[in-house]
């Protein structure tokens, strides 16, 4: 696909005798909400970390708006308009929600070698800040420190973060994770309001929250893609079926065979 | 500015400061002169590391070097006979400047007990490097004849002049660095202490941000190193020695690490702790055995370590922290 904005091509990582990433094709398009699933272990997170930068894949390319970014370190991809949200809540503890917000403008509003001005103090960098809490529904909370906020206010932090660096793309590592159900049902909403605007890819254990958002989702197994399609292809096809979503029941027959 | 109990602290140790000379030309009292100068020079040491250390969580346990480095740059001159102030300084700042962009070069690509133990590293080789100069006095230092000379109309060697010189260095190197960590600039940096990893991910290149803060730390200490050795008219490699950086931490942390004013109160509590333990012992010791015991005063040490400890343990905000939080209560 030559109009993909982000291609995986053939990307193969290992760690010791374990592969991680097993040879993954993939082509997210311009627009489009992209979902990854798979059990636990599957790699996704190895994946998203290759994507962002922290890893390097042993074999293999990734194209982003055309251009090879392989070997491009973390804070470039970034800069090309590549966001990602983590897993396991990655804020600035000792900040406000607004003063972390106006980080990530300000990682886009040219060089920070500016010693003099309040930076505090300026709207350029406030203003795009507060716009992002805005969005996902945090502006109340603007002046909060992120240590007196809820897990489920922390989420929503990670994703106003990532908007604040107005990227092309982002990147959602398990946005869900431990949210209750009214939590999880608002960062729907959130993210349904984003994919208009945003290609986004998804990396999320909720699934009915993939199937509700997706318009395309790839199944992980071991590292390596399994099927890739639309959600009711996906939901359809019989591999799938066995080695993820019918997981239990598969379990449950080989323990009874054994018995 | 609003008027804290913090705001008052400052504003009073400013003020004392300022008004020493007053004092000690009233009562002829030298030696207050000379510890206060030593005081307000170190403090420029103890401020310019809380700038990488507090701010930045760069523990550099090497930060002498800078001291000893800005002190050798003029000592040597003043030997070849170079002593006009306009050429010694700059390029103490400058030499200062370059061994903090080797040091921090490597070192900054390390974390945690291995960037102390690399900063450390760094300062030892250039302590025996000095311990080496024969020329310039190996490890028994070297007397510098000539204080800098800045023509005419500044006289380093007048005491009063030279003491509210510092001290206007202090106030101002103070003042730059409360810009600077609010700038933005500042920002990246403590972001960096925070979390380097997100910083990243959010677009920020942290290590060159870092390496300019370590430079320019490394630069303002080199100046407290300038004026150590016009003060004592003497260098040595002690100036360097790795309790010398062990010090600056503990000024850093009794004040009150990542505030822009506790190393100087740190400083100055330190060393006023140094001079007056003893005498503290010795005249308590005349009140218990009816003479005073010379041989107690030498364990003054005895106190300030138990002191440094209760601060570390119950006031990690140190000296500054317990003002901020004394409205609180």
Same mark, same amino acid.
Not at chain 1, 67 to 96: E, M
Not at chain 1, 119 to 131: H, M, T
Not at chain 2, 47 to 71: D, E, K, P, Q, T
Not at chain 2, 222 to 248: C, E, K, Y
């Given at each position: 696909?030559?109009?993909?904005?982000?291609?995986?091509?053939?990307?193969?990582?290992?760690?010791?005798?374990?592969?991680?990433?097993?040879?993954?094709?993939?082509?997210?398009?311009?627009?489009?909400?992209?979902?990854?699933?798979?059990?636990?272990?599957?790699?996704?997170?190895?994946?998203?970390?290759?994507?962002?930068?922290?890893?390097?894949?042993?074999? &293999?390319?990734?194209?982003?708006?055309?251009?090879?970014?392989?070997?491009?370190?973390?804070?470039?991809?970034?800069?090309? &308009?590549?966001?990602?949200?983590?897993?396991?809540?990655? #804020?600035?503890?000792?900040?406000?929600?607004?003063?972390?917000?106006?980080?990530?403008?300000?990682?886009?509003?040219?060089?920070?070698?500016?010693?003099?001005?309040?930076?505090?103090?300026?709207?350029?960098?406030?203003?795009?800040?507060?716009?992002?809490?805005?969005?996902?529904?945090?502006?109340?909370?603007?002046?909060?420190?992120?240590?007196?906020? =809820?897990?489920?206010?922390?989420?929503?932090?990670?994703?106003?973060?990532?908007?604040?660096?107005?990227?092309?793309?982002?990147?959602?590592?398990?946005?869900?994770?431990?949210?209750?159900?009214? !939590?999880?049902?608002?960062? /729907?909403?959130?993210?349904?309001?984003?994919?208009?605007?945003?290609?986004?890819?998804?990396? !999320?254990?909720?699934?009915?929250?993939?199937?509700?958002?997706?318009?395309?989702?790839?199944?992980?197994?071991? %590292?390596?893609?399994?099927?890739?399609?639309?959600?009711?292809?996906?939901?359809?096809?019989?591999?799938?079926?066995?080695?993820?979503? +019918?997981?239990? !029941?598969?379990?449950?027959?080989?323990?009874?065979?054994?018995? | 500015?609003?008027?804290?109990?913090?705001?008052?602290?400052?504003?009073?140790?400013?003020?004392?400061?300022?008004?020493?000379?007053?004092?000690?030309?009233?009562?002829? @009292?030298?030696?207050?002169?000379?510890?206060?100068?030593?005081?307000?020079?170190?403090?420029?040491?103890?401020?310019?590391?809380?700038?990488?250390?507090?701010? %930045?969580?760069?523990?550099?346990?090497?930060?002498?070097?800078?001291?000893?480095?800005?002190?050798?740059?003029?000592?040597? *001159?003043?030997?070849? &006979?170079?002593?006009?102030?306009?050429?010694?300084?700059?390029?103490?700042?400058?030499?200062?400047?370059?061994?903090?962009?080797?040091?921090?070069?490597?070192?900054?690509?390390?974390?945690?007990?291995?960037?102390?133990?690399?900063? #450390?590293?760094?300062?030892?080789?250039?302590?025996?490097?000095?311990?080496?100069?024969?020329?310039?006095?190996?490890?028994?230092?070297?007397?510098?004849?000539?204080?800098?000379?800045?023509?005419?109309?500044?006289?380093?060697?007048?005491?009063?002049?030279?003491?509210?010189?510092?001290?206007?260095?202090?106030?101002?190197?103070?003042?730059?660095?409360?810009?600077?960590?609010?700038?933005?600039?500042?920002?990246?940096?403590?972001?960096?202490?925070?979390?380097?990893?997100?910083?990243?991910?959010?677009?920020?290149?942290?290590?060159?941000?870092?390496?300019?803060?370590?430079?320019?730390?490394?630069?303002?200490?080199?100046? =407290?190193? /300038?004026?150590?050795? @016009?003060?004592?008219?003497?260098?040595?490699?002690?100036?360097?020695?790795?309790?010398?950086? &062990?010090?600056?931490?503990?000024?850093?942390?009794?004040?009150?690490? +990542?505030?822009?004013?506790?190393?100087?109160?740190?400083?100055?509590?330190?060393?006023?702790?140094? !001079?007056?333990?003893?005498?503290?012992?010795?005249?308590?010791?005349?009140?218990?055995?009816?003479?005073?015991?010379?041989?107690?005063?030498?364990?003054?040490?005895?106190?300030? +370590?138990?002191?440094?400890? *209760? /601060?570390?343990?119950?006031?990690?905000?140190?000296?500054? %922290?317990?003002?901020?939080?004394?409205?609180?209560?």
């Amino acid at each position: 696909m030559a109009d993909a904005l982000l291609q995986i091509a053939g990307v193969t990582k290992r760690f010791g005798g374990v592969v991680a990433s097993d040879n993954v094709v993939l082509d997210v398009a311009p627009g489009e909400l992209h979902a990854i699933i798979g059990p636990n272990g599957a790699g996704k997170t190895t994946l998203i970390g290759q994507l962002t930068g922290e890893l390097s894949p042993d074999a &293999g390319r990734i194209m982003f708006e055309g251009a090879d970014i392989t070997d491009l370190p973390v804070y470039q991809r970034s800069a090309l &308009g590549l966001a990602r949200s983590f897993q396991i809540t990655s #804020l600035f503890r000792d900040l406000s929600a607004l003063d972390n917000v106006s980080l990530a403008v300000q990682a886009h509003a040219g060089h920070s070698f500016r010693f003099w001005r309040d930076a505090r103090g300026e709207p350029e960098l406030r203003d795009p800040a507060r716009a992002a809490l805005d969005r996902v529904g945090l502006g109340a909370r603007a002046n909060a420190f992120v240590a007196s906020m =809820s897990h489920g206010e922390h989420r929503q932090l990670e994703l106003a973060m990532a908007l604040a660096t107005t990227p092309r793309m982002l990147l959602l590592d398990e946005p869900m994770a431990g949210l209750g159900p009214e !939590e999880s049902a608002r960062m /729907v909403e959130t993210l349904r309001g984003l994919k208009r605007h945003l290609t986004i890819l998804l990396i !999320e254990h909720d699934m009915e929250a993939v199937f509700a958002l997706a318009d395309r989702i790839t199944v992980l197994v071991y %590292g390596r893609v399994i099927a890739s399609g639309e959600p009711a292809a996906i939901r359809a096809n019989a591999e799938v079926r066995q080695a993820y979503l +019918g997981e239990q !029941e598969v379990v449950t027959t080989a323990g009874a065979g054994h018995g | 500015m609003k008027l804290t109990l913090r705001n008052a602290m400052v504003a009073a140790v400013v003020v004392i400061l300022a008004l020493l000379p007053l004092y000690a030309s009233l009562t002829g @009292n030298t030696f207050m002169m000379t510890l206060f100068t030593r005081i307000i020079i170190l403090a420029i040491a103890a401020v310019s590391l809380n700038l990488i250390m507090g701010f %930045g969580g760069m523990v550099s346990f090497g930060h002498a070097a800078y001291l000893g480095i800005g002190g050798y740059v003029v000592g040597i *001159l003043a030997k070849e &006979g170079i002593d006009a102030g306009l050429v010694q300084w700059p390029l103490a700042l400058l030499f200062s400047g370059l061994f903090a962009l080797g040091v921090g070069a490597l070192s900054l690509r390390t974390r945690g007990v291995y960037f102390i133990m690399i900063t #450390l590293a760094f300062t030892q080789v250039i302590y025996y490097v000095a311990n080496g100069l024969d020329r310039y006095g190996g490890d028994d230092g070297l007397t510098i004849q000539k204080r800098s000379e800045f023509g005419g109309f500044i006289n380093l060697s007048n005491r009063t002049f030279f003491y509210y010189l510092c001290l206007a260095l202090l106030l101002a190197a103070v003042y730059l660095v409360w810009r600077m960590v609010n700038s933005r600039f500042g920002r990246v940096i403590q972001g960096a202490r925070s979390n380097d990893r997100r910083m990243q991910a959010i677009g920020f290149p942290t290590f060159r941000y870092k390496l300019a803060c370590f430079v320019i730390a490394g630069v303002l200490c080199g100046l =407290s190193g /300038v004026l150590l050795a @016009n003060h004592t008219n003497f260098i040595s490699p002690a100036l360097m020695h790795w309790t010398r950086s &062990g010090d600056l931490i503990v000024m850093a942390v009794l004040g009150g690490m +990542g505030t822009v004013f506790g190393p100087v109160l740190g400083a100055v509590a330190l060393l006023v702790l140094e !001079e007056a333990l003893p005498h503290l012992i010795g005249f308590v010791s005349s009140i218990v055995t009816g003479k005073e015991v010379a041989a107690a005063k030498e364990y003054w040490q005895l106190i300030l +370590g138990p002191m440094l400890l *209760l /601060v570390v343990l119950y006031a990690r905000g140190g000296i500054d %922290g317990l003002i901020a939080s004394a409205r609180r209560g």
